[in-house]
């Protein structure tokens, strides 16, 4: 493995051990990290390199873990990344990270209200959209989202650990022939979402294990 793919590599677990322990130590729900976990991350950058979509939006940017995982594969194809997160001072803790993975140049920090961001941004078009925010909201969004969305590939984190907040979206999705959802049992579970293809038959995210690693927080 390259050494600088190796850098961030113990950067990131050390991060990601970091955010558990602070997490840990914290009472209050809207301080903590709550990081995506490695499994997570690893299968969001193996999506990429496979997908190859060129511009990336992520909802929900906290101090950057995910963000460090989703910039690094975005170097890696030529695309870049916006990352949107209302708390200022994580979006500083996630710039810093962002610095010591050396992977400022392809992610742009958007310190706003996801709402707001939607609003302005109706022009914009992402291929990729990686949403680990505010669940309750998703399905208020999704048309601002779905919006800006070129229908490559949409992902939310949290699918299993929180399949009621996931209702209201879910059957938006139902309803909307243009789309195959499905979800993976990746750490907090994965729903999916991209534009059907008629050459592709329906049905085919299928439930794919991947156990989690040791000292994930669910
Ligand atoms: C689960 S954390 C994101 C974790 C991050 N993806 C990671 O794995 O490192 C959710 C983030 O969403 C942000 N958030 C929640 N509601 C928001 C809103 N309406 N607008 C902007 N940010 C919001 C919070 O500030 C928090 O940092």
Known sequence: MHEEEQAIDRFLQELYESG???????????????????????FLELLIEEERPQRILELGTSNGYSTVWVGRA????????????????????????LVAAGLCSHVRLHTQEIGEFLAENRQQQYDMIFLDT????????????????TGKIVVCDNATS????????LEILDQDAWLDHGVLTVG?????????????????FVSLEVPGQAGEVI
Do not use: C, M
């Not at 558990?20 to 690893?42: F, Y």
């Not at 907090?188 to 085919?204: F, V």
């Open 134 to 149: 505010d669940r309750r909201r998703y399905a208020q969004w999704w048309p601002q989202v779905r919006q800006i969305w």
């Open 162 to 169: 929180h399949p009621d907040e996931f209702q209201p979206l």
């Open 74 to 97: 975005a170097a890696a194809v030529g695309a870049t990344v916006d990352s949107v997160d209302q708390n200022a001072e994580r979006h500083q803790e996630a710039k810093q990270n």
């Open 188 to 204: 907090r579970g994965l729903l999916l979402i991209r534009q059907r293809n008629e050459a592709r038959p329906t049905g085919t």
């Open 20 to 42: 558990v322990r602070r997490d840990e130590q914290t009472q209050e729900n809207a301080r903590k990290l709550r990081n995506i976990t490695p499994s997570t991350g690893r």
